[in-house]
């Protein structure tokens, strides 16, 4: 215990830290600019922050603390010391607080009246400002050259972009556009008016309204402080409380204003003679309730469909299966993850017996030992992106397993470049070499799994040389990668990459199986850990989004289930499995599936072979697609209902860490828009009379009743930080599941299969294309080609070809080429990179023009999981 006195007062601490950070969290005033708390190393620029330790004038960020330490923050030395530094400031500022938008806000002016700090020498000679950046400027006449945004950049954003640099006896950031990644995380912090957003909306922080609630984009769902004026949503600022940490992506930070975007669907629509006209809510649900009993009267209750949606809340989902379950009378309900993760959940489920992230995100920064396969984390999760690389600038060591060279590949201990579609050859040579030379955990393997054997037989013909050939890498550097993931705890992340493909579940079993061999599942900073993409897919599958899974992960098929949820919706329920959407697709186009509900997913993008999902859409009888944006999908629609964003209601989402988050209303509704949640509540009780819900929580607390893992959450027990599933009843929540308690006692070990996944090349279609995603647009682009400076950054489709295979084509960057599959051609922009691997080339999706998915496969599917082909795509390239 140390004994410390602090202005007169004493204090026990049980452990040493730095004396500003004990001095904060006692909530002593006093002033600082560079110090933050996430940093390794304090800097000690400002020196605002001295105190008096001992007697003695000292730093209190670079000072720890000691016991019988005596420390005095208002002593007339301390306070002397502070005016002067300040009198220094601010004699070196472009003070024009009358119109800086950072008056209310900025430190340098508080601390200024605070201590009665006037400037008195003339105004100083400014410098341009550096306004570059889509989203940000960087005024340097308004520096005090604290470094925060030097330090938070090159330790937790790690993208190195600013550097400090001197003129004219100034200190002050130089940006270089190059490396920064616009995440805005140095605006966020920075303590004056030097780095700031660009708004076209002037605002002062004493005329908004903050609220807190859960970011749209990816799964990682980062908290985010939002400024509302005029119920317009201004600013986001990142929570440092939450998992995220204070960090936030560009999107995050930046691309908010499609809330409020004038293309938003105000009004339920109607198709007549092939134009959309307006007509009230009551219209909607009357034409809707009678087509869908119609359609079921002439052809039973399977001839109608749903898609729910990973964009929308719990609630949302939960009512959605609902709806189809027990109004409509079809277990054909399923969602977007059938594209994306349906095999991570067949997969894990099989081995481990949970089909979610068994470890949470805060432990990524303390992590020893890192394997990335098939994910691009710095573009496509980019908060944990950032927290990987951290890991690796704390020493953690990294290995990449991917057919394209990302970001974090050049930092790599080791880059595995394989072959597109090997990754099972990769993962089962893994194996061979720890089981071989015995750098398994061998009394994990006694205790905890079973088939060892079976699979050490299985895996056996994977030597080096062999994998080396499937997988076009040296065997030397798979012995290399096999060694460090063994060599002590380590960690799993995988993402689309090993999922999207005919072989997805036996990738995932295969990977489950190398984390069980050496131990690494059960124990924090382990685990197997699927990176989701939407900001609910998770919870979208949690809640039984799935055509043979309830709620809970409860099986369809399973009598004493069905019983279960019978008694609970007071219902007689389906007894037969429904179609996965890969499978209503298929349906829809022979004719036996007549009508779909759409809710949130714009399948005429997200689909692959987009030709024949056309034909299959407009083969229905009845198509209502529910949004928030006129759509390609909802162009189709006989009716169009408009929901809300994630702004305008309230719920929750569940992140790819398994954490249930508060999603809060912040601004109204536009036109006459309703909460999905409402949507489906109404139409429920407008066909059937059931009783309607008045609030989301009350839907929670059905859940909460109903589904194992959601046990204890109530929206008060997550109302801050949020929990992570499975809860106990007292509220308790888990940060990483455990062998016995949440995972099976006893995994499998699973034996996998040999063939690379995809289509095969020919003479006629000599390439392979892989598609993905990039950092400045999401998913489809719905919601991110609506911000302008995005669109600057990532305008448009493209194709990464290697240069080798440019040399064959004559082709050079920005040159217009067309890309033929058997499914279809389209038009798209060359760019000419060694990211990829010669005769492979990468295709983003989130593109309407360009859209590489008139070109994928959506017949050949994964046979556990029903997941298309998505990576491994035979065409041609040819040059316009």
């Not at 990682?220 to 939002?226: K, L, S």
């Not at 499995?577 to 186009?589: D, R, V, Y």
């Not at 987009?610 to 198509?623: G, M, Q, T």
């Not at 492979?840 to 017949?859: A, Q, R, S, V, W």
Request: hydrophobic share 35%; aromatic share 8%; proline share 4%.
């Amino acid at each position: 215990m140390i004994q410390v006195t602090i202005d007169g007062d004493l204090y026990t601490f049980e452990n040493s830290s730095s004396v500003i950070d004990v001095l904060t969290s006692l909530k002593i005033d006093f002033p600082y600019f560079c110090h933050d708390f996430r940093l390794d190393k304090n800097y000690g620029l400002c020196g605002l922050c001295a105190v008096l330790i001992n007697g003695q004038l000292q730093k209190s960020c670079q000072t720890n603390i000691e016991d019988k330490m005596i420390i005095d923050t208002k002593n007339d030395l301390v306070i002397e010391n502070r005016k002067k530094l300040l009198q220094s400031y601010i004699n070196n500022h472009h003070v024009d607080c009358l119109v800086c938008p950072k008056t209310g806000e900025c430190k340098l002016q508080n601390y200024c009246y605070q201590y009665s700090i006037e400037r008195n020498i003339p105004e100083i000679d400014l410098v341009s400002i550096d306004s570059s950046n889509q989203f940000y400027y960087l005024d340097t006449n308004k520096c005090v050259g604290c470094g925060r945004c030097h330090n938070i950049c090159s330790t937790l954003q790690c993208s190195h972009a600013i550097k400090m640099v001197q003129t004219n006896g100034r200190r002050h950031p130089i940006i270089n556009q190059e490396l920064c990644v616009s995440c805005g995380n140095c605006v966020s912090f920075c303590p004056v008016g030097a780095l700031m957003p660009k708004s076209k909306i002037k605002y002062r922080d004493f005329e908004t309204k903050k609220y807190t609630t859960t970011c749209t984009y990816c799964a990682v769902g980062c908290q985010i402080h939002f400024k509302v004026k005029d119920n317009i949503i201004v600013e986001a600022n990142p929570s440092f409380e939450a998992h995220n940490n204070g960090l936030l992506c560009v999107k995050g930070k930046f691309a908010f204003s499609f809330v409020n975007h004038p293309d938003r669907l105000k009004t339920p629509l109607l198709k007549k003679d092939g134009n959309f006209v307006p007509i009230s809510w009551d219209d909607a649900y009357s034409i809707i309730s009678s087509k869908f009993k119609d359609i079921k009267s002439k052809y039973g209750v399977d001839s109608i469909g749903g898609y729910a949606s990973a964009k929308c809340t719990n609630e949302e989902n939960y009512l959605f299966q609902k709806f189809m379950r027990t109004i409509i009378g079809t277990n054909n309900v399923d969602h977007c993850a059938r594209y994306c993760h349906a095999s991570t959940g067949v997969g894990l489920d099989a081995t481990i017996g949970e089909s979610a992230m068994t470890n949470s995100i805060h432990e990524i920064i303390d992590n020893k030992i890192i394997f990335i396969i098939g994910a691009n984390p710095r573009e496509n999760h980019p908060v944990i992106g950032s927290m990987i690389k951290r890991a690796k600038q704390r020493g953690g060591k990294l290995i990449i397993a991917d057919p394209r060279k990302i970001d974090l590949s050049e930092i790599a201990d080791v880059y595995l470049q394989i072959n597109l579609g090997s990754n099972v050859p990769l993962i089962n040579g893994l194996i061979n070499i720890i089981i071989n030379e015995e750098l398994y955990n061998k009394t994990f393997v006694e205790t905890h799994t079973k088939d060892f054997e079976k699979l050490k037989k299985s895996t056996s013909k994977y030597t080096p040389d062999f994998v080396s050939n499937l997988c076009g890498i040296d065997s030397e550097t798979l012995k290399s990668a096999a060694r460090l993931y063994s060599s002590d705890k380590a960690a799993i992340y995988f993402a689309m990459g090993i999922t999207q493909h005919t072989d997805s579940t036996d990738n995932i079993m295969a990977l489950a199986s190398l984390a069980l061999i050496c131990g690494n599942i059960g124990e924090k900073n382990t685990g197997i850990n699927p990176l989701r993409g939407h900001n609910n897919v998770q919870g979208a599958g949690d809640l039984g989004c799935y055509p043979n899974f309830y709620p809970g992960g409860k099986k369809v098929a399973l009598k004493k289930n069905r019983n279960f949820f019978e008694k609970a919706w007071n219902t007689t329920l389906n007894p037969n499995p429904g179609l996965p959407s890969t499978k209503m697709i298929e349906a829809a186009k022979n004719g036996d599936l007549k009508a779909l509900y759409i809710m949130g997913e714009n399948s005429m993008r997200s689909d692959p072979d987009l030709n024949n999902v056309k034909i299959a859409l407009d083969n229905l009888e009845f198509l209502v697609v529910q949004d928030i944006f006129m759509t390609e999908t909802s162009k189709l629609a006989d009716i169009i209902l408009p929901g809300v964003s994630f702004a305008e209601k309230d719920g929750t989402f569940t992140n790819t860490e398994r954490r249930i988050q508060r999603v809060r209303k912040i601004v109204n509704s536009i036109g006459d828009a309703k909460p999905d949640w409402k949507i489906i509540s109404e139409l429920s009780n407008f066909m059937s009379g059931t009783q309607i819900y008045s609030h989301p929580k009350e839907i929670m607390k059905e859940i909460s009743e109903l589904v194992t893992s959601y046990k204890g959450i109530t929206y008060d027990r997550i109302d801050s930080l949020g929990l992570q599933w499975p809860v106990l009843e007292d509220g308790q929540d888990t940060k990483f599941l455990t062998i016995g308690n949440n995972l099976n006692n006893i995994c499998n070990l699973a034996g996998t299969c040999d063939l690379n996944s995809g289509e095969i090349t020919s003479p006629e279609f000599p390439y392979y294309m892989t598609t993905g995603r990039n950092l400045y647009q999401f998913h489809t682009g719905t919601l991110t080609e609506r911000i302008p400076g995005l669109n600057v950054y990532a305008p448009e489709s493209y194709i990464q070809i290697h240069p080798n295979d440019s040399k064959k084509l004559n082709l050079i960057t920005g040159d217009k080429v067309k890309i033929i599959s058997n499914r279809g051609n389209i038009i798209t922009t060359v760019q000419v990179t060694n990211e990829v691997k010669e005769n492979i080339c990468f295709m983003p999706i989130h593109y309407l023009e360009g859209n590489p998915n008139y070109l994928t496969d959506g017949k050949d599917l994964d046979p556990k999981a029903k997941i298309p082909e998505f990576k491994t795509t035979a065409v041609r390239i040819e040059k316009i």
